[in-house]
C-alpha cells in the first residue's frame, strides 16, 4: 500500500512526508521497530502509543501513524518521517487490515475454543508447512490487534492459519469479519472466560460468532457435548467435519494408548503417533489431519510431522531434571487443561506431585470449578498435592474432603514458599506437574525447582 491509499480511512491525512511512499511491516512496539517500519501508535489501557511517535522515529521507523491533532505534534520537523494522523489508530488498523485480507488470494484457517487453540494452531501450521510456506499468529497474539498486525504481514505466504481468542460476545464477530477464514476449527467449549460470559451456552454462542465471516466448512470436536449438541441440531450451510474419541465422527481416534514416546492411537485404521503426552494432543492431531486432507496433504507427511512436533514452553513441556521429571504446563489453566494435565501425570511411573494454582476470570464459578479439580486430584490418585493461591485452597480442601490424607497436602497464599517446601521434599523418580492460570506466574516454580 502506499499513503496515497490511505488517505480518508478514519479521517486520515497526511500531515507531513511523502504521499506515494510506501507503508509496509506495520508495528505497534518501539522496541521492536526497524529500518524503515510502519509505526502504529495504539492507545492502551495504561500508555498511549502515539506519545511515543519521537522513539519510533530514531529507531528508523519511515512513517507513523497517530492519534491526535497537529498541535500535538509541533516537534515533527525535528525528524524525518512520514505523519499521518487518524481519527481512531485502532479503527484505523481493523480497515486496512480488511483490505488487504480482501486483496489475498490464499486460504486462511482459523482456531478459536476454550483450550487448546495455540498448541492446534501450531500443529495445523507445521502440518501445513509440510507443503506450503505458512505464516501464523505469533505466541498468543488472537486479539483483534494480533490478527490484523498478523494480516499485515504478509508477504509471499501461501496459507494463514491464525488464533482467534476472546472473553466477551462480539470479539470473534470481529476477527472473523476481518480475517473471512476459509475454514474454521472450534476445539471445543469449556469454562474459560466463564466469568465474563456466565455461562458454557454463552460460551458456545460466542465462539460461534466465527461463522460470520466463513466461508468454508467448520471443523469441531464432537466429543465436547455442547458442540455435538449444536452439530445435531444446526442448520447452517458451511460443511461440518467432526473429529473425537468417545463419538462416532468423521476422523475418530482408537486404541489410545501412551509410553515415553508420546501418545499412540489408531486414526481411521492408521497407526500415529505424536511425541507429546496427553489425550488432548491427540484432539489437536486429528484437528490438523481433517485441515491437511481439506489441503490434499499426505497422510505419510502428516505423521512424520506429528512424531517430531516441538512444544511451546509452557504447555505440556517435559523437562528432566537430574533424577526426577517436571512437566511445565504453567502457561495457563482452565478446569478442562487440568483435567488432560492430570490425566499425563497419573500415567506416569513414580510419586505424582501436582503444584496447581489459581484458574483465574471465572467470576462467581470459581469455588465450584476449583472444588471441581480437587476432585479429580483424587480420583487421579495424585501423591501428592501442593496449591498456590487464594482459590487453589478449594483444590486442597476438596481433595482432603474426597479422601486425600492431610499429610499429602499443602496450600500456600505465596510462591516462594511453595517453592520452599517443594525443594525439601523432592526425590528421585518424582514426576511433579506444574500448571496455573498466566497470572500466577507459576513458571517461577518451575525455574527454582
Not at 528508523?60 to 505534534?73: M, P, R, Y
Request: contains cysteine; glycine residues 8%.
Amino acid at each position: 500500500m502506499k499513503i496515497k491509499d490511505i488517505l480518508g480511512i478514519s479521517k486520515a491525512k497526511l500531515i507531513k512526508g511523502n504521499i506515494n511512499d510506501g507503508i509496509d511491516n506495520f508495528s505497534k512496539d518501539t522496541r521492536t521497530i526497524k529500518e524503515g517500519d510502519t509505526y502504529i501508535g495504539i492507545a492502551g489501557e495504561v500508555y498511549d502509543g502515539s506519545k511515543f511517535y519521537k522513539e519510533a522515529l530514531e529507531k528508523g521507523a519511515k512513517t507513523c501513524i497517530l492519534k491526535g491533532s497537529e498541535e500535538d505534534f509541533k516537534e515533527i520537523d525535528n525528524y524525518d518521517g512520514n505523519i499521518i494522523l487518524v481519527e481512531d489508530t485502532l479503527e484505523f488498523l481493523m480497515e486496512i487490515a480488511k483490505r488487504k485480507r480482501d486483496s489475498l488470494k490464499i486460504p486462511i484457517v482459523a482456531v478459536t475454543g476454550s483450550v487448546g487453540k495455540t498448541s492446534t494452531k501450531n500443529i495445523i501450521a507445521d502440518v501445513l508447512g509440510t507443503k506450503y510456506k505458512v505464516k501464523k499468529t505469533g505466541g498468543n497474539l488472537n486479539t483483534n490487534i494480533g490478527i490484523a498486525l498478523t494480516i499485515l504481514e504478509i508477504k509471499d505466504e501461501e496459507v494463514l492459519v491464525l488464533e482467534m481468542g476472546m472473553s466477551k460476545f462480539g470479539e470473534i464477530r470481529e476477527l472473523s469479519n476481518i480475517a473471512k477464514p476459509d475454514i474454521a476449527v472450534i476445539t471445543n467449549i469449556g469454562t474459560a472466560h466463564i466469568g465474563y460470559l456466565g455461562s458454557r451456552e454463552n460460551i458456545l454462542k460466542a465462539k460461534l460468532e466465527i461463522l460470520e465471516g466463513l466461508k468454508g466448512p467448520i471443523i469441531i470436536n464432537n466429543d465436547n457435548d455442547l458442540l455435538n449438541a449444536w452439530h445435531k441440531n444446526n442448520t447452517i450451510a458451511n460443511k461440518v467435519i467432526t473429529y473425537g474419541i468417545n463419538t462416532e465422527s468423521d476422523y475418530q481416534a482408537r486404541d489410545l494408548e501412551y509410553d515415553n514416546l508420546g501418545s499412540h492411537f489408531k486414526l481411521n485404521n492408521e497407526e500415529v503417533l505424536v511425541n507429546v503426552l496427553g489425550e488432548h494432543f491427540i484432539y489437536n492431531a486429528m484437528a490438523a489431519y481433517a485441515v491437511a486432507d481439506l489441503f490434499k496433504i499426505s497422510h505419510d507427511l502428516v505423521r512424520e510431522k506429528l512424531q517430531n512436533l516441538v512444544v511451546e514452553p509452557g504447555r505440556m513441556e517435559i523437562i528432566k531434571r537430574r533424577d526426577y521429571t517436571i512437566i511445565n504446563d504453567a502457561y495457563n489453566a482452565s478446569f478442562d487443561s487440568v483435567y488432560y494435565a492430570l490425566q499425563v501425570l497419573s500415567s506416569f511411573p513414580g510419586r505424582k506431585i501436582a503444584v496447581l494454582g489459581d484458574i483465574l476470570e471465572l467470576g462467581d464459578w470459581g469455588e465450584k470449578i476449583h472444588r471441581d479439580i480437587g476432585g479429580l486430584v483424587q480420583d487421579n490418585k495424585i501423591d501428592i498435592l501442593i496449591t498456590i493461591g487464594s482459590l487453589a485452597e478449594y483444590i486442597s480442601d476438596e481433595a482432603i474432603k474426597r479422601g486425600m490424607t492431610k499429610d499429602k497436602v499443602r496450600h500456600y497464599l505465596k510462591r516462594d514458599e511453595a517453592i520452599n517446601y517443594i525443594n525439601e521434599i523432592k526425590r528421585a523418580n518424582d514426576i511433579i506437574l506444574v500448571k496455573a492460570s498466566h497470572g500466577m506466574e507459576l513458571i517461577k516454580v518451575v525455574e527454582n525447582i
